[in-house]
C-alpha cells in the first residue's frame, strides 16, 4: 500500500479507499462492553434509589413476593436456554453457562476480526468494491447496496433481538430490588447484564461486518441471518442438555425449585387461612357463649324481680304463697 495513494487495488483491479481509521474494530468492541456495563450499573442505581425515594419496598423480604420475582426472572431469561442457570445456585449450571458465552463471544469475535479494514491482511473479509477506470478520472463505487438493504438490516435486527435486550434490562432492574438478598440481585445483574451485552454486541458486529463486506441487498440479509444463528446457540446447547439427561437439566434449572416453592407457599397460605378461618369460628362462638350468658342472666334478674312483685301482691290480698309453683309459672312464661 502506497502512503499517498487514496485508493489500494488488487490484482483484479478491485479497488478499496485507503482512509485511516481512528480505533480499530477490537479496541471498539472494548469501549463497548465498558459502555454497556457502566450503563448497566447507572441503571441498577438509578432504579435503587428511586426505591429508596420512593420506600415502596418493605424492610424484610416477602417469600411469596420474591418466589415470584424467581418465576418473573426465568420467563424474562428463558427457560429454554441455558442462560436460565444463572439464577441457581449450581457450579456447574454455572460453569456451562460460562462456557456457552465463551463460545458465543469466539464466534461472534471471528466476524470482529474479518471485518477489519486492513489492507496489508489477507485475514479479512473486506470487499473491494471500487472501480478506477484508466479512462476515468475519479473511481466508483459499483456496490449496490443502499438503503433498503439497511432498513431491512434494522428491522431483522429490532425483530429479533429486541425483545432479549428488553427483557435483559428488566432483569438489570429486578436486580436493584431492596427484597432480594445479595447474592440474588448479583445473580440477576449478571443475568440481565450477558443477555443485553451478546444481544447488543451481534447488533455491533452484524452492522460493523455488514459494512466491510455486504456488496447488495441481499447479501446484507445473509450476513445478519449467518451472526443471527449464533446469538442462538444457547439454546440448542439447552436442547442438547435435555436429550442426554433431562431430569438433570430440570434439577440444574429453576423451574423443579419453582414448583416446590410454590407448594410450600401454597401449604403455608392454606395452613394460614385455615388458622385464620378458625379463629373467626372461636370469635364467634365465644361471643355466642357471651350473648347467651347475659341473656340468662336478665332471665334470672326478670325473674327474681317478678317473684318480689309476685310475693307483694299475695301479702296484700292474704293468699298463700307457693314458692316452687312461682317458680314454674315465671319461668314457663319466659320460655
Not at 426465568?74 to 453457562?97: A, E, N, P
Request: hydrophobic fraction near 40%.
Amino acid at each position: 500500500v502506497c502512503e499517498g495513494c487514496t485508493m489500494c487495488c488488487n490484482a483484479q483491479e478491485d479497488c478499496y479507499p485507503t482512509e485511516e481509521k481512528w480505533m480499530s474494530y477490537m479496541h471498539l468492541a472494548g469501549v463497548f462492553f465498558a459502555c454497556i456495563f457502566g450503563a448497566s450499573c447507572i441503571l441498577v442505581l438509578a432504579v435503587f434509589t428511586y426505591d429508596k425515594y420512593r420506600k415502596s419496598q418493605l424492610p424484610t423480604a416477602s417469600t411469596s413476593l420474591t418466589g415470584r420475582d424467581t418465576k418473573y426472572a426465568l420467563t424474562l431469561i428463558g427457560g429454554d436456554s441455558v442462560y436460565q442457570f444463572l439464577l441457581g445456585k449450581s457450579r456447574i449450571g454455572w460453569l456451562i453457562v460460562l462456557v456457552t458465552m465463551g463460545v458465543q463471544l469466539w464466534m461472534l469475535f471471528l466476524f470482529v476480526e474479518a471485518a477489519e479494514i486492513d489492507l496489508t491482511s489477507d485475514n479479512n473479509d473486506l470487499k473491494y468494491t471500487w472501480k478506477c477506470l484508466r479512462d476515468k478520472a475519479e473511481c466508483e463505487d459499483k456496490g449496490d447496496l443502499d438503503w433498503q438493504g439497511w432498513a431491512v438490516f434494522g428491522i431483522l435486527m429490532g425483530a429479533h433481538l429486541l425483545k432479549d435486550i428488553i427483557n435483559g434490562s428488566k432483569l438489570i432492574v429486578l436486580s436493584a430490588k431492596e427484597r432480594h438478598d445479595a447474592k440474588t440481585r448479583m445473580r440477576l445483574f449478571v443475568g440481565g447484564w450477558i443477555l443485553v451485552t451478546l444481544t447488543s454486541f451481534t447488533v455491533y458486529v452484524s452492522t460493523i461486518y455488514n459494512a466491510a463486506i455486504a456488496t447488495s441487498n441481499t447479501d446484507i440479509l445473509v450476513n445478519s441471518v449467518v451472526i443471527l444463528f449464533i446469538i442462538d446457540i444457547d439454546e440448542f446447547f439447552y436442547g442438547i442438555l435435555g436429550a442426554i439427561n433431562q431430569r438433570w437439566t430440570d434439577r440444574m434449572s429453576l423451574e423443579e425449585d419453582d414448583l416446590q416453592e410454590s407448594a410450600q407457599e401454597s401449604i403455608v397460605e392454606t395452613g394460614k387461612n385455615e388458622k385464620d378461618d378458625e379463629d373467626v369460628n372461636n370469635a364467634t362462638l365465644r361471643e355466642n357463649v357471651a350473648e347467651l350468658n347475659r341473656k340468662n342472666s336478665l332471665s334470672e334478674r326478670l325473674i327474681a324481680e317478678l317473684q318480689k312483685q309476685n310475693r307483694l301482691l299475695r301479702r296484700g290480698h292474704n293468699v298463700p304463697i307457693n314458692e316452687d309453683a312461682n317458680d314454674e309459672i315465671f319461668r314457663n312464661v319466659l320460655i
